[in-house]
């Protein structure tokens, strides 16, 4: 009997469980009583057989799979077989058979089970191919995107279970957040795209702006768009991209505002100097309440506070008898009358005074007189202070400009020989004269009705091109071909000959005029020619596809004008074919890279090839780019394409960098770690393609480059420091004494440097350069010491001897505004500059010092003599931009120079200071300039070998000096900021010297 009657209670009817238990116990009474009748055995045994089949016919419908699952089901029907093997009675055989039963069903639902499994993957495959890698996304971004693509392809592939598509962590989910995260990644590009944009705008808006802003609007500015650089490089979602292009909206109307108070300050910057220059009785106490006007304003400007900051200036146009201390320029309505003058004069300059120029240098009689005119108005109304009278001279001077401006254009196109035709010389005077009355249009009708008299007409012309246009035709001559040379030649002495006969005869004026004219654009022809070639020189294959015999034919039959717009014609298209075969070969990259399987990949993207070379060579650039660039953005390729354009962007990047960093080391080992380094992640894509995993190899070795870079040019700041106190040790015995007074030796460093050497050779990067770091912390003292001794020395009886002064770690912001605002530098001492700029570190001064020493040495150039061999050439100094490769200064740089206004010369002139200024920080590049001072002789300095020779022979019998004593003096060493990209954080050239 069953063990379970609560498990038959729920399969049967109670009426059938107890009809199944009166069977068992009549089977059981017959087999006690005489054993189990045939016709109920063969019963028995029949419905066994029934279920053997049932099985047998259940298990090989079992699904493949090695799920547990199935594992477990096919090990059921092992255990059903036993089962039904074992039923002797009717009892164990409905057991059997409702296990069969529960059995059959198992492999139905697993044959169910199995299908939609199939079908989930089938679906969720089709779900994740839709999912295409966003070209507007960043690169690291595409490459989480295939990496997870390929995780979910992996994980469709292997699921054995339903249950591995469902649940927040299921297939279907990962598919569709990637399908999310894709999409979120477009929309995030394209408010990346917006907020890139706005900034770049906000950048070129507060450079537009930064000429006429006063120093706190500047500040005030550029910190905006320092900030709006800042959010942007940091900004990862939407949201903070449209903050961006939020705050760049607004700083647009701030910037509208910091442009209005600019315009208001720029007059007023002129105005007040100019009216310090012509009314002030005290000039220096205006210019200092200037200045105090000038710091208020930049106080609140600072802020962005507009109004306040005119007020302030405002408060130096009130000055008068009555201010405190008395003076002023006579209060504000004198201040504004100027200003508003000023600012009339300022428009007039604007809109007329490159007319007048033109004007001035055109043959029009007594022009020259009005070269000043505006100058002169502008006197008047400052240096004189009759502002009406100035004021009143502005629209005669503006009609007289405007009258003659079109006459003077029409004259430029006549050369005084034409004088020799009569109709020219009545013709010009008649206009003359109506000039000399103001009547402008008239004046032009004289000259409109010369130029339609025909005869007239081409003699003027003829005569003027013959004059005008020699300097043209000889190096048009020079510059043709050899067949070119001889037409000409011909139709020049022809035309030349005309307009010299006597007499001139107009008809063959007009045809020799027009035949050397459509000569003279051969000129244009090679111009136009050179650009061509010049734009097909981008690919070496672009030559093959141009056939220029058409165009040769066309010059050869003397057709210039039809030459020349050929050869236009085909400038754009020589363009789009050089962008065209720039694409066959990136399609060639892809062609190699894609896999063999399937074929059809490969092929198309040689069908496209061939099919649009075909077109390029029939002409057609733009179709065949258009074809090949639809090929290789087909979906099936475009993921690999998209990473063979990241690798390549990302290899430029990490190779130019790669071979900056090599060049600050030293150490075979480091040097062979990098370059093993980058090899193989270049090996990945070439030979192996495997352009993702090249472009992440490439990323783990720019990480590998900053490290290095870091403790590279630690290394170097820490060797040269040590070799710049072992030069001045072995520069003067008694230095070593005052260097070292306690704490670590000379020895003691060399012995450290040493030790932190060994960790870089050992590959321990951050170790060795927080060991170079201590080394230099330990020797702080040494080298204040050292510098000290070195400038002290470089002193003596030479201007130099002043660059820690002026340029050490100890400077601060106010000393390098004082310089940059008035001039003087520490010392103190008058030295005017546009940028000043001072290390961090006295290490930083020392290694730069000892670099440009060595270099001087390698120059051949011994720094430490102490003669020069007499008779020799004079020195030259020894000059050397070095690149330290990691930040050493924070410079300030000035912008709008400090003007004072010449009332004799109506001259703004600059101060060499400056009112405004920028910051610049992360500078890598110093200046170091060694130059040779020769000894006093007789108290005396000499500049020069030849003067100190001369002087020595004249004090010794004219008997020449064996030798010129002296020495090498550093006479310059400062942080280098010219071509420095504040905004990029590098410099826009390379080193040109040293």
């Given at each position: 009997?069953?063990?379970?009657?609560?498990?038959?209670r729920?399969?049967?009817?109670?009426?059938q469980w107890v009809?199944?238990f009166?069977?068992?116990m009549?089977?059981?009474?017959?087999?006690?009583?005489q054993?189990v009748?045939?016709?109920?055995?063969?019963?028995?045994?029949?419905?066994k057989q029934d279920?053997?089949?049932?099985?047998?016919a259940?298990?090989?419908t079992i699904?493949?799979g090695?799920?547990d699952?199935?594992k477990d089901?096919?090990q059921?029907?092992?255990?059903?077989?036993?089962?039904?093997t074992?039923a002797?009675s009717?009892?164990?055989?409905?057991?059997?058979?409702d296990?069969?039963a529960?059995?059959?069903?198992?492999?139905?639902?697993?044959?169910?089970d199995?299908?939609?499994?199939?079908?989930?993957?089938t679906t969720?495959?089709?779900?994740?191919?839709?999912?295409?890698p966003?070209p507007?996304?960043t690169?690291?971004?595409?490459?989480?995107?295939a990496?997870r693509?390929?995780a979910?392809?992996?994980?469709?592939?292997s699921?054995?279970?339903?249950?591995?598509?469902?649940?927040?962590?299921?297939?279907?989910?990962r598919?569709?957040?990637?399908?999310?995260e894709v999409k979120?990644q477009?929309?995030?590009?394209?408010a990346?795209?917006v907020?890139?944009?706005?900034?770049?705008?906000?950048?070129?808006?507060?450079g537009a702006?930064?000429?006429?802003l006063?120093?706190?609007?500047?500040?005030?500015?550029?910190g905006?768009v320092e900030?709006?650089?800042?959010?942007?490089?940091a900004?990862?979602?939407?949201?903070a991209?449209?903050?961006?292009?939020?705050?760049?909206?607004?700083?647009?109307q701030?910037?509208?505002?910091?442009?209005a108070?600019?315009a208001y300050?720029?007059?007023?910057?002129?105005t007040?100097?100019a009216?310090?220059?012509?009314t002030?009785?005290?000039?220096?106490?205006?210019?200092?309440q200037r200045d105090?006007?000038?710091?208020?304003?930049?106080t609140?400007?600072?802020?962005?506070?507009f109004?306040?900051?005119?007020?302030?200036?405002?408060?130096?146009?009130?000055?008068?008898g009555?201010?405190?201390p008395?003076?002023?320029v006579g209060g504000?309505?004198?201040?504004?009358?100027?200003?508003?003058?000023?600012d009339l004069?300022?428009?007039?300059?604007?809109?007329?005074g490159?007319a007048?120029?033109?004007i001035?240098?055109?043959?029009l009689?007594?022009?020259r007189?009005?070269?000043n005119a505006?100058?002169?108005?502008?006197?008047?109304g400052?240096?004189?202070?009759?502002?009406?009278?100035?004021?009143?001279?502005?629209?005669?001077?503006?009609?007289?400009i405007?009258?003659?401006?079109?006459?003077?254009?029409?004259?430029?196109?006549?050369?005084?020989?034409?004088?020799?035709v009569?109709?020219?010389?009545t013709?010009?005077?008649?206009?003359?004269s109506e000039?000399a009355s103001g009547?402008?249009?008239?004046?032009?009708?004289?000259?409109?009705?010369?130029?339609?008299?025909?005869d007239?007409?081409a003699?003027?012309?003829s005569?003027?091109?013959?004059?005008?246009?020699?300097?043209?035709?000889?190096a048009?001559?020079a510059?043709?071909?050899?067949?070119?040379?001889?037409?000409?030649?011909?139709?020049w002495?022809?035309?030349h000959a005309?307009?010299?006969?006597?007499?001139?005869?107009?008809?063959?004026?007009?045809?020799?005029?027009?035949?050397?004219?459509?000569?003279?654009?051969?000129?244009?022809i090679?111009d136009?020619?050179?650009?061509?070639?010049?734009?097909?020189?981008r690919h070496?294959?672009a030559?093959?596809?141009?056939?220029t015999?058409?165009?040769?034919?066309l010059?050869?039959?003397?057709?210039?004008?039809?030459?020349?717009?050929a050869i236009k014609?085909?400038e754009?298209?020589a363009?789009t074919?050089?962008?065209?075969?720039e694409?066959?070969?990136?399609?060639?990259?892809?062609?190699?890279?894609l896999?063999?399987?399937p074929?059809?990949l490969?092929?198309?993207?040689?069908?496209a090839?061939?099919d649009?070379?075909?077109?390029?060579?029939?002409?057609d650039?733009?179709g065949?780019l258009?074809?090949?660039t639809?090929?290789?953005?087909?979906?099936?390729?475009?993921e690999?394409?998209?990473a063979?354009?990241?690798?390549?962007?990302?290899?430029?990047?990490?190779?130019?960098?790669h071979?900056?960093?090599l060049?600050?080391v030293?150490q075979a080992?480091?040097?062979t770690?990098l370059?093993?380094g980058l090899?193989a992640?270049?090996?990945?894509?070439?030979?192996?393609?495997?352009?993702?995993?090249?472009?992440?190899a490439?990323?783990?070795?720019?990480?590998?480059?900053?490290?290095?870079r870091?403790?590279?040019?630690?290394?170097?700041?820490?060797?040269k420091t040590?070799?710049?106190?072992?030069?001045?040790?072995?520069?003067d015995?008694?230095w070593?004494a005052?260097m070292?007074?306690?704490?670590a030796?000379?020895?003691?460093?060399?012995?450290?440097?040493?030790?932190?050497?060994?960790l870089g050779a050992?590959?321990?990067?951050k170790?060795?350069e927080?060991?170079?770091?201590?080394?230099?912390s330990?020797?702080q003292a040494?080298?204040?010491?050292?510098?000290?001794?070195?400038?002290?020395?470089?002193?003596?009886?030479?201007?130099?001897g002043?660059s820690?002064?002026?340029?050490?770690?100890?400077?601060?912001e106010?000393?390098?505004?004082?310089?940059?605002?008035t001039?003087?530098?520490?010392?103190p001492?008058?030295s005017?500059?546009?940028?000043s700029?001072?290390?961090?570190s006295d290490?930083?001064?020392?290694?730069?010092?000892?670099?440009?020493?060595?270099?001087?040495?390698?120059?051949?150039?011994?720094?430490t003599?102490?003669?020069?061999p007499w008779p020799?050439?004079e020195?030259e100094?020894?000059?050397?931009?070095?690149?330290?490769g990691?930040a050493i200064?924070?410079?300030y740089?000035?912008?709008?120079?400090?003007?004072?206004?010449?009332?004799?010369?109506?001259?703004?002139?600059?101060?060499?200071t400056y009112?405004?200024?920028?910051v610049?920080?992360?500078?890598t590049?110093?200046?170091?300039?060694?130059?040779?001072?020769?000894?006093?002789?007789?108290g005396?300095?000499?500049?020069?070998?030849?003067?100190?020779a001369?002087?020595?022979?004249?004090?010794?019998?004219?008997?020449q000096p064996?030798?010129?004593?002296g020495?090498?003096?550093m006479m310059?060493q400062?942080?280098?900021?010219?071509?420095w990209n504040?905004?990029?954080?590098?410099?826009?050239?390379?080193?040109t010297?040293?």
């Open positions: 009997m069953t063990d379970d009657p609560d498990g038959w729920n399969d049967r009817t109670i009426a009809s199944l009166f069977a068992e009549r089977w059981v009474l017959d087999e006690m009583a054993g009748p045939d016709i109920d055995r063969e019963e028995l045994d029949a419905a279920l053997m089949n049932r099985i047998g259940a298990v090989p699904p493949a090695d799920s699952a199935l089901l096919r059921l029907g092992a255990q059903m077989e036993a089962e039904v074992a002797d009717p009892l164990p055989l409905a057991d059997a058979t296990a069969v529960r059995f059959e069903a198992a492999v139905a639902q697993a044959i169910s199995a299908a939609e499994l199939v079908k989930r993957r969720a495959t089709a779900e994740l191919a839709k999912i295409k966003s507007d996304a690169a690291d971004k595409r490459r989480e995107f990496d693509k390929k979910l392809t992996a994980a469709i592939n699921a054995t279970e339903l249950a591995a598509f469902n649940g927040n962590d299921g297939i279907d989910s598919i569709t957040a990637l399908a999310d979120e477009k929309e995030i590009a394209a990346r795209v907020a890139q944009k706005a900034v770049a705008d906000a950048q070129a808006r507060a702006l930064a000429p006429g006063d120093r706190g609007a500047l500040l005030f500015v550029n905006k900030a709006l650089l800042a959010a942007l490089a900004a990862t979602t939407r949201a991209f449209a903050k961006i292009k939020t705050d760049c909206d607004a700083f647009m701030r910037a509208g505002e910091a442009e108070f600019g300050y720029d007059t007023w910057f002129k007040s100097a009216l310090i220059a012509t002030a009785a005290d000039a220096s106490v205006e210019w200092k105090i006007a000038l710091a208020a304003a930049a609140a400007s600072a802020s962005g506070d109004a306040a900051a005119r007020s302030a200036l405002e408060e130096f146009n009130k000055r008068d009555s201010s405190v008395p003076g002023g504000a309505a004198a201040f504004d009358a100027r200003a508003a003058f000023v004069v300022e428009q007039l300059e604007a809109s007329h490159a007048l120029e033109e001035v240098a055109s043959p009689r007594n022009v007189n009005e070269k505006i100058s002169n108005i502008r006197k008047k400052l240096a004189a202070g009759n502002i009406t009278d100035a004021t009143d001279e502005i629209p005669p001077l503006k009609a007289w405007d009258g003659n401006l079109p006459l003077a254009r029409k004259m430029a196109g006549f050369h005084p020989a034409a004088g020799r009569p109709a020219y010389t013709a010009i005077a008649d206009m003359e000039r009547n402008w249009a008239q004046a032009l009708a004289k000259l409109e009705a010369l130029m339609a008299d025909d007239a007409a003699q003027v012309a005569i003027s091109a013959d004059k005008k246009l020699e300097a043209s035709y000889n048009l001559y510059r043709a071909t050899a067949g070119a040379k001889t037409g000409l030649k011909k139709v002495d022809a035309h005309a307009a010299n006969a006597n007499p001139r005869v107009p008809a063959t004026l007009k045809s020799a005029l027009a035949e050397l004219q459509d000569w003279m654009q051969i000129g244009p090679y136009a020619r050179d650009d061509l070639r010049a734009i097909l020189s070496p294959k030559r093959d596809y141009f056939h015999d058409p165009i040769t034919a010059f050869d039959k003397k057709k210039f004008p039809e030459t020349l717009a014609a085909l754009p298209k363009a074919l050089c962008t065209y075969l694409a066959c070969d990136e399609a060639g990259l892809l062609l190699r890279a896999p063999g399987d074929p059809e490969r092929q198309s993207v040689q069908d090839l061939d649009s070379d075909k077109k390029a060579r029939a002409g650039p733009q065949a258009d074809d090949l639809a090929a290789v953005n087909a979906d099936e390729i475009q690999l394409a998209l063979i354009a990241d690798y390549q962007k990302r290899a430029e990047v990490v190779e130019r960098e071979d900056r960093v060049g600050f030293v080992e480091v040097k770690l370059t093993d090899a992640a270049v090996a990945l894509a070439f030979p192996a393609y495997k352009f993702a995993d090249a472009f992440v490439l990323t783990e070795h720019m990480a590998l480059l900053k490290a290095t870091a403790y590279a040019t630690r290394r170097l700041e820490t060797e040590i070799a710049a106190l072992d030069r001045a040790v072995n520069q015995p008694t070593e005052q070292f007074t306690g704490g030796s000379l020895d003691d460093l060399k012995t450290a440097f040493t030790a932190a050497d060994a050992n590959k321990k990067l170790e060795a927080a060991a170079y770091k201590k080394i230099i330990d020797c040494a080298m204040a010491q050292a510098i000290d001794l070195y400038e002290d020395a470089d002193q003596q009886n030479s201007n130099a002043h820690r002064d002026s340029h050490g770690a100890q400077m601060t106010e000393a390098h505004l004082k310089r940059l605002t001039g003087v530098a520490p010392g001492r008058v005017k500059t546009n940028t700029s001072s290390f961090h290490s930083d001064w020392l290694a730069g010092r000892e670099i440009g020493a060595e270099k001087a040495m390698a120059a051949g150039v011994d720094v003599s102490k003669s020069l020799s050439a020195p100094g020894q000059k050397f931009i070095i690149d330290h990691r200064d924070t410079a740089r000035g912008v709008r120079p400090k003007q004072t206004y010449d009332k004799d010369s109506d001259q703004f002139q600059n101060t060499g009112e405004t200024y920028e610049l920080s992360g500078l590049r110093a200046l170091v300039n060694f130059t040779w001072e020769c000894d006093l002789l007789n005396v300095k000499y500049n020069s070998l030849k003067d100190y001369d002087a020595y022979a004249a004090a010794n019998g004219n008997a064996p030798s010129i004593p020495r090498w003096v310059q400062f942080p280098w900021a010219e071509d504040q905004a990029e954080q590098r410099y826009d050239k390379p080193i010297q040293g």
